[in-house]
């Protein structure tokens, strides 16, 4: 309706951020003891834990695929996550975001070594602040590969957008509420640089969109960079000193 | 010309870097990319000549010929029986390879019914994942009484230690019978308070694994638990 309204300006971050900056990112492995590979992943105030279970046996065995294993993506919001009560269990949201997790990660994933079995990921976001599929993608990697599953990469993910005229990295709630807004998460496959989500919110140029790819890359080397870091630090804590059989 | 860029018993994490060239060759849980070869796990690498391994540091047991394990009877079918061994997949015991004499259309929970403990050899993994197990050779059975834990699988050599000597000695210093299945399932047996002594031994050495003259701390925890009693 009101066009002349599209580019307002957007002078300042409501947190006071720079305009390519993340907002603070901490990760944990290990932080479920019955679960295979577990890992947490803050950005923010936005707080998602993955589990990984399996590879395990498939059922129903009609489900099962003798070529290669199944992944099986959940995630979910608990009701205490947002400010308002959620509703618990599985919703038309949830079940979206489920569904291009399991694309995000899928891709790196040697799924051909393990044919009849599937993996089982579980994303729970315990507080939300924006970003919240990012967020599961990046604590899923790592719970992925703390589970000693085959992969050939991990996966890192972070949103941008367009905030009125701005092109912006890791939008806050704010930020998404704000007028003109385009929300877009992305998740890289950080060696080979391969896209393997994005979704658009809202209506960005071409030109733009490049750009804000472009700045997703930046975001995502850094978010990799602690993915690394801590995966590579929890396990030098228990490394085997010697006899390896 | 081929480089490495990684060495002996350094972590590494999925799609990181080890060697450049062809001078190198993937094995267990690496790959080659174009002309590099990553790292395809995350473990600890282990260079054998030009061939570059992946020991993992985590995750399910995988089947590999020639391991010893101990299952768990989990179903039976006309001439088999379908053991969990703690991998993702069923391991298959054949009525053809268990010492006991076994009569055609005979009833198979007579001899190894549901639940029963068993240790085994597997003699088989195909490509399509079908474990195979054997109950022939030397010490092979059904395991009566007792208790059986679970530690992770890649830390069993560390249990067994050099030449057996860490579970030799726990062996000794408990009186218990113990049993370690590639697999990272524990059988022991013996007097309760031996159970419960080398129950915590062994978790000890699962949980301190990295440590350096493992076998010296154990000894002194088991004697000095001895003394107590």
Not at chain 1, 19 to 36: M, S
Not at chain 1, 206 to 226: F, P, R
Not at chain 2, 155 to 183: A, D, Y
């Amino acid at each position: 309706m009101k066009k002349e309204n599209k580019e307002t300006k957007y002078e300042k971050r409501f947190d006071g951020r720079n305009f390519d900056q993340l907002r603070p990112i901490e990760a944990k492995i290990g932080i479920i003891k019955n679960a295979d590979g577990s890992a947490s992943f803050k950005m923010g105030d936005t707080y998602a834990i993955a589990s990984v279970f399996g590879p395990r046996d498939l059922r129903p065995r009609f489900l099962q695929n003798p070529q290669k294993g199944t992944l099986r993506c959940t995630y979910d919001m608990l009701s205490f996550s947002v400010t308002e009560r959620k509703r618990p269990g599985p919703n038309r949201r949830s079940v979206e975001v489920s569904l291009v997790t399991g694309w995000a990660l899928a891709p790196v994933i040697c799924l051909d070594e393990y044919p009849n079995t599937v993996i089982d990921v579980y994303i729970e976001v315990i507080q939300a602040n924006a970003g919240t599929r990012c967020a599961g993608i990046c604590a899923a990697a790592l719970a992925l590969a703390s589970a000693g599953i085959l992969m050939k990469d991990l996966v890192s993910a972070v949103s941008v957008g367009k905030i009125g005229d701005k092109i912006v990295l890791d939008l806050i709630k704010e930020e998404e509420d704000f007028d003109p807004a385009t929300d877009i998460p992305i998740a890289f496959t950080p060696r080979t640089g391969e896209l393997t989500l994005l979704q658009l919110d809202g209506s960005i140029s071409k030109d733009e969109l490049k750009k804000a790819i472009e700045l997703a890359k930046k975001g995502c080397q850094t978010i990799y960079d602690l993915q690394k870091k801590t995966l590579k630090e929890h396990f030098s804590k228990m490394e085997l000193e010697n006899d390896i059989q | 010309m081929g480089e490495l860029l990684v060495q002996n018993k350094d972590i590494v994490i999925p799609g990181e870097k080890l060697a450049t060239g062809m001078d190198f060759l993937p094995s267990n849980g690496s790959f080659r990319s174009n002309e590099d070869v990553l790292a395809q796990q995350l473990g600890i690498v282990n260079i054998t000549g030009r061939s570059i391994r992946i020991v993992p540091l985590t995750g399910k047991y995988i089947p590999k010929e020639g391991d010893n394990v101990i299952g768990a009877i989990a179903d039976m079918s006309f001439n088999n029986w379908y053991v969990d061994v703690g991998s993702a997949y069923q391991a298959m015991l054949f009525v053809s390879s268990v010492p006991e004499y076994i009569e055609k259309n005979a009833d198979l929970s007579q001899y190894y019914n549901f639940k029963d403990i068993i240790y085994a050899v597997i003699s088989k993994v195909t490509r399509s994942k079908v474990i195979e197990l054997s109950m022939k050779g030397l010490g092979y059975r059904k395991l009566f009484g007792g208790k059986m834990i679970t530690v992770m699988p890649s830390r069993v050599p560390r249990i067994i230690g050099k030449q057996g000597s860490m579970i030799t000695m726990i062996k000794e210093l408990t009186g218990c019978k113990i049993i370690v299945g590639q697999n990272g399932r524990i059988w022991i047996y013996g007097d309760i308070e031996g159970e419960k002594a080398a129950t915590e031994a062994i978790m000890m050495v699962e949980q301190k694994s990295y440590k350096e003259g493992l076998t010296d701390e154990i000894k002194n925890f088991l004697e000095s638990r001895r003394k107590i009693e």
